[in-house]
C-alpha cells in the first residue's frame, strides 16, 4: 500500500465542493463558513473574468481571508483544458457524457493524486462556477480524489 492511502486511512478527508453561480456573495460565504472550510481550492480554468462578479481571483481571494478567514489557492492542473471546455460550453460538439469521459481520461494522465497531497484538501472546498455539481468538472476532481485516496468522504455545499 502507498503513503498516500495510509494516511488517507489513518484520517478521513472531508471535501466540499461549490458553485457561485446562482449565489449571492452572502449565501456563498455563510455555506463555506457553516461547512467550516479550511481552503478554497479554485479549479476553474478562468477565473478572473468579469462574469465572475465576487468569485474573480483578486477579489474571491481578499473576501475569503478578510470576511472568513479562508485560504485560497487555485490547482489549474485539475481544471479542464480549453479544447474540452470549449467543445462542451461554446461550439456544443458534445454531450455531458462525452465530457465526462475526456475529463475523467485528463485526470487520468495528470495523476493529481501524485504530486497534491490529501491533507492539502482536507475540509477544503473545490470551487467552480456550475450552480449545481451534477454537471460540473469539480464534482469529477473530488470523485478522482476518492477512488484514489480511498477514504475521502464528498460534501456539496
Not at 68 to 95: E, N, V
Not at 120 to 143: G, I, K, Q, W
Request: glycine fraction near 2%; proline fraction near 3%.
Amino acid at each position: 500500500m502507498n503513503d498516500l492511502n495510509s494516511i488517507t486511512e489513518a484520517k478521513p478527508i472531508t471535501i466540499f465542493t461549490i458553485g457561485f453561480t446562482g449565489k449571492t456573495a452572502r449565501e456563498f460565504f455563510e455555506k463555506l463558513q457553516k461547512a467550516d472550510v479550511k481552503r478554497l481550492i479554485d479549479v476553474r480554468l478562468n477565473n478572473v473574468s468579469q462574469l465572475a462578479g465576487f468569485s474573480k481571483k483578486k477579489d474571491l481571494e481578499y473576501f475569503l481571508r478578510v470576511i472568513a478567514d479562508i485560504d485560497y489557492a487555485h490547482f489549474d492542473d485539475l481544471a479542464p483544458t480549453k479544447d474540452i471546455l470549449d467543445s462542451f460550453k461554446k461550439q456544443k460538439q458534445m454531450d455531458w457524457a462525452d465530457y465526462e469521459r475526456r475529463f475523467n481520461a485528463l485526470m487520468e494522465q495528470r495523476a493529481p493524486e501524485t504530486h497534491h497531497m490529501p491533507e492539502e484538501f482536507e475540509h477544503a472546498c473545490l470551487l467552480c462556477s456550475e450552480a449545481t455539481p451534477e454537471h460540473c468538472h469539480r464534482r469529477l476532481v473530488a470523485e478522482h480524489l476518492r477512488r484514489r485516496w480511498v477514504n475521502v468522504e464528498i460534501k456539496h455545499l
